[in-house]
């Protein structure tokens, strides 16, 4: 792997003479067509070309490959090496805006104060950090990566007011424009020009007063081309890569890639696709087998013109026509880089603390604020925009939370605003496939889309017929998701090859992936054990095997200075197991509980993107248990037996059979004492995830004609059973479960619950 930390020591701004507009406007180009080099897997290229430059945009560009490892594969060394470079990228943005906002040969925007690309370099790179911070495996780290959120967030709304200003004082109608860009921007706009530059100072600085903070910015964010769409794509980015360190707000120029230049008027109408080389516009990706995207046309030369238009039918035209007003004022690059670096970087982090858990809750009084997933993901897509970095990394943003985060949420609208958006997300892949052919980001986002369509088995063979990425870390997320496909299709043998590979891929928690290859060889050792015996001894004993490889892999990751979640889940199952089988004397594999690999299942919401035949094999494994085949059931305590109810409740949930599920719950879990599931090795999780699973019977009634909103007393019945789960306090994995509270409760206000 190509280093980065060495040459950037040794660039770190001085004294050197401030940068004019042309030739900062070249650096801006040359770094971002650097950082082009990340969508086709080859970060190596794009660090050795970035280690060529010095500025600002160059160094946010190497912390940006450095993160963008840190985040695909959790090895520690990487981490570090990332919060470093963050580090140096954010201190020589806040140099360069001190300076810049004093330099007469600064470029000078009709829009924004000397030295905002400076500032948007250093909210990004801080944002990059906060992400980092999170994976140090320190709590210290994790505190101050809340902080360096806060300064971000700040320093993102003092660029923003700054367009809100332009656009109020070009003419009265102009006014009416802010209103809708303030809206699609955030709810936090008004009173932060003073406020929020102020309180993103750097750390020396004691402050300048509210009419110096409006004309010098005190934080930085992005380094990436400036464009709307972009912009959205920088904030995702940033919730995952950005470095946030303090930085100083007097930055005044910047610099913008030239492949930018000409492209701030966002317009859907041809003139507004994007200039790209020659390479680029032969592409031929007429093959894609994405699901349901509209054919193209049979001349290579013309489907990336083809693929633009179409996407811009279903983007431009949206939200955010304030922000096409804003980029038609201005076609600078520098401008394009502000702009579509805010709308990235913003639009991210609003979305990431929008689904941070209750258990949580306390980091976000370091914040100061909330997320907002709506208003995020409409900066996304506006940031999608924007041909460039910003464009791109806000469409693997979008696309990751989509087709990830929100298949593993239940209470969330089908229809309306906060819809599964399949049409846009087809159009946004096709797109991107087009502009990045070689990109495995978006190979990877194609069988997440089929997946999320429960095509199983199609998303399992269309990345075993892409090939391997040549950057290790991505590869090692593709296996990841085949792992987790094969295990909802039930595909032990597949699962349990598949999650040997992630083994030897990365070593984020091989306990966890230990567990699961063992879950797959009890099922195997089930399914034979009457038909086969022979077959089923070798299954048993394989199953034995990786438990007792469990063990010892508990506690090699921490997350906030803790275990990970899963690996204490895990090795109490283990613990559980062993005594079990000491206690009735016989093998660890006839000790195993109730299916434990639907349990993983359950706990990963497989049984969200599994088709009825899917879920047909999951009953029956649930009912393996209960079954003459399993001599110890009639031993099995209250906790066993509620892992059966709550497993089968939420398959029947997924095969839309609510009354049954909400039936069982109600008979054999809701009235189960809290106290018989606790401790000795129990599992406490069933009782609040039974509370969940009510919430999520109750909101698929109310939701069955996408108009949830005509049935109130429902909302409020799904409301008060999600109060339930929280007032719980804690149990195993509830972080998991308290994304999904939360979620779900922001989708209730949205419908006027008071939550």
């Known amino acids: 792997m190509f280093k980065v930390g060495g040459w950037l020591k040794g660039h770190t701004p001085g004294h050197s003479k401030s940068l004019d507009s042309l030739s ?17 897997d080859d970060i190596e290229s794009a660090e050795a070309h970035l280690s060529k430059g010095s500025s600002p945009f160059h160094q946010l560009g190497a912390g940006v490959c450095v993160f963008i490892r840190a985040t695909l594969g959790f090895e520690p060394e990487i981490v570090r090496e990332a919060a470093n470079a963050l580090s140096v990228a954010e201190n020589s943005a806040y140099e360069h805006q ?161 492949e ?16 790209l080389n020659n390479a680029q516009k032969k592409v031929d990706i007429a093959a894609s087998s994405a699901p349901g995207l509209p054919t193209m046309n049979d001349n290579p ?111 969330l609208s089908t229809k309306g605003e906060g819809a599964y958006p399949k049409e846009r997300c087809l159009a946004l892949l096709r797109y991107m496939r087009a502009r990045y052919p070689k990109s495995h980001l978006w190979l990877l986002e194609e069988s997440r889309m089929l997946a999320s369509d429960k095509k199983l088995e199609e998303a399992v063979q269309f990345m075993h017929e892409v090939g391997e990425s040549k950057l290790k870390q991505l590869e090692a997320l593709t296996w990841f998701e085949r792992s987790l496909n094969n295990m909802y299709m039930h595909d032990y043998e597949a699962t349990a090859f598949a999650f040997e590979k992630c083994i030897g891929l990365n070593n984020w928690s091989h306990a966890l992936y230990y567990h699961i290859i063992a879950a797959s060889y009890v099922e195997l050792y089930r399914k034979h054990k009457t038909t086969d015996p022979t077959k089923a001894k070798e299954y048993g004993t394989k199953a034995e095997e990786y438990m007792k490889k469990v063990m010892p892999n508990v506690g090699k990751k921490k997350f906030m200075a803790r275990q990970l979640p899963f690996d204490i889940f895990v090795a109490r199952k283990i613990q559980k197991w062993e005594a079990r089988a000491k206690e009735w004397n016989c093998d660890l594999v006839d000790a195993v509980g109730v299916s434990p690999l639907e349990e993983m299942i359950y706990f990963w919401n497989g049984y969200k993107r599994m088709r009825d035949d899917h ?103 799904c409301k008060d059973w999600l109060d339930e789960v929280t007032k719980m306090g804690g149990f195993d994995l509830d972080a998991r479960i308290g994304m999904k509270i939360t979620t779900g409760k922001e989708t209730l206000r949205k419908l006027g619950v008071q939550c």
């Open 98 to 258: 001190r300076r810049v906002s004093k330099d007469p040969n600064a470029y000078k925007s009709p829009i924004y104060p000397p030295g905002t690309e400076y500032a948007v370099c250093q909210a990004e790179a801080q944002l990059m950090s906060a992400v980092v911070g999170v994976l140090n495996e320190s709590l210290t780290e994790a505190i101050k990566s809340f902080y360096k959120l806060r300064k971000a967030y700040l320093a993102l709304e003092g660029v923003m007011e700054n367009e809100k200003k332009f656009l109020a004082e070009r003419s009265t109608s102009s006014v009416n424009s802010v209103g809708s860009r303030g809206s699609s921007r955030g709810s936090v706009r008004s009173n932060v020009t003073g406020s929020a530059l102020k309180s993103s100072q750097g750390p020396t600085s004691t402050g300048p007063s509210v009419a110096a903070s409006t004309s010098s910015l005190k934080q930085t964010t992005t380094v990436t081309e400036v464009t709307e769409p972009a912009a959205k794509k920088a904030a995702d980015d940033d919730d995952d890569d950005a470095d946030f360190v303090d930085a100083p707000e007097d930055h005044t120029s910047g610099e913008t890639p030239v």
């Open 260 to 275: 930018y230049m000409g492209h701030l008027n966002v317009t859907a109408d041809k003139g507004a696709t994007v200039e």
């Open 301 to 411: 030369s013309n489907s990336l013109p083809d693929a633009i238009e179409y996407f811009e039918k279903l983007t431009l035209n949206d939200e955010g026509d304030a922000d096409a007003d804003i980029a038609s004022f201005s076609k600078h690059p520098v401008d394009v880089f502000i702009l579509s670096g805010s709308n990235f970087c913003f639009g991210m982090l609003l979305l990431i603390l929008s689904f941070i858990p209750p258990s949580f809750a306390g980091l976000l009084k370091i914040v100061g604020f909330k997320g907002d997933r709506e208003r995020g993901m409409r900066m996304l897509w506006q940031a999608t925009k924007f041909h460039n970095i910003h464009g791109a990394m806000a469409g693997v943003v979008l696309m990751g939370y989509i087709n990830g985060f929100t298949n593993f949420c239940d209470i």
């Open 24 to 40: 900062e406007i070249a650096q801006i180009e040359d770094a971002m067509s650097a950082v082009t080099y990340i969508m086709a």
């Open 615 to 717: 879920l047909q094999v999951s009953l029956a494994n649930l009912a393996w248990s209960e079954s003459p085949a399993n001599p110890h059931w009639d031993k099995e305590g209250v906790d066993e037996k509620s892992i059966l109810h709550v497993l089968r409740a939420a398959t029947l949930r997924n095969m839309d059979q609510t009354a049954e599920a909400k039936a069982i719950l109600e008979k054999e879990v809701l009235p189960v004492d809290k106290l018989l599931i606790t401790g000795n090795f129990k599992d406490n999780w069933t009782a609040p995830c039974a509370r969940y699973e009510m919430a999520a019977n109750i909101w698929r009634e109310a939701d069955a004609d996408g108009h949830p909103e005509k049935n109130p007393q429902l909302l409020v019945q």
